[in-house]
């Protein structure tokens, strides 16, 4: 059994699977806030109670003080008689892995939750160009050949934070909740003003990444994906937990 931990800068999401079963296929799953991290605990050793793990996979994007807290939880979760401390892996972004090649000019730069989204849009578009959209605190966009390159991307502020800045830095424009339905065309009001702005330029940097690309299918992830993507033209599907399903493949090509 492997524990797969995606840290990111929001939430920390977590996934139970076994190596060589189908991709996302989770025996549990979840996720805690940042601020909520000591739940993980708890929520760790409910899933994993009746279950052995031999292997934990970890990336993590939030910095040296959320692997601090991490390694904390996961000592009380798995004492050393367990789980030997060097079953935890740091996932990292390499030159090459699971059948994709890093090509980033300095491919340790590449962020380690990027590389693993690669390598799920990879893995879920056998033989297809495909465009990788991970739209959390941050959006990434990110394109693969069908050969499995990884070509590099593009990062803009997430859907949230860019219209939450709009907001804070405007005189008199008010704050907007992200969830918010979109009315057709122009909009009438401030809020939706900048709600429907905000869309179109996630979704139309989505669209440039496609044509540029030439791309045949986009993959779009993250919190902010069921907002963004009914506005996209191009072919889409949302897949939840891609840095996630990353982990899981790359665990399965180590093996």
């Keep these: 059994m492997i524990l797969l931990i995606d840290a990111g800068n929001t939430r920390v999401k977590w996934a139970l699977a076994e190596t ?7 025996i549990a799953h979840g996720a ?21 793990v031999d292997r934990i996979l970890i990336a993590n994007v939030a910095g040296g003080a959320l692997r601090v807290q991490l390694e904390y939880v996961l000592q009380r979760t798995f004492p050393a008689m367990i789980l030997p401390e060097q079953a935890i892996e740091w996932f990292a972004s390499l030159p090459a892995l699971a059948g994709v090649t890093n090509g980033y000019r300095n491919p340790g730069q590449l962020g380690c939750d990027r590389f693993a989204a690669a390598i799920a849009g990879h893995a879920l578009a056998v033989g297809r160009e495909v465009i990788v959209a991970n739209c959390g605190t941050a959006t990434t966009i990110d394109a693969i050949t069908a050969d499995g390159m990884f070509l590099g991307g593009m990062i803009l502020p997430g859907l949230g934070l860019m219209a939450s800045s709009l907001a804070r830095n405007t005189a008199q424009l008010p704050q907007i909740a992200q969830d918010g339905k979109l009315p057709d065309g122009f909009a009438d009001n401030t ?17 440039h990444a496609f044509a540029w690309h030439k791309a045949s299918e986009c993959i779009i992830s993250g919190g902010a994906a069921p907002y963004i993507a009914p506005m996209l033209k191009v072919p889409y599907r949302i897949v939840e937990n891609i840095v996630l399903i990353g982990l899981h493949a790359a665990a399965g090509s180590a093996d």
């Design 32 to 52: 805690v806030m940042h601020a909520d991290l000591q739940q993980l605990e708890l929520h760790l050793s409910e899933a994993v109670a009746d279950r052995g």
């Design 191 to 207: 809020d939706d003003a900048i709600l429907s702005g905000c869309l179109a330029a996630q979704s139309g940097a989505i669209e």
């Design 20 to 26: 060589g079963t189908e991709l996302g296929a989770w």
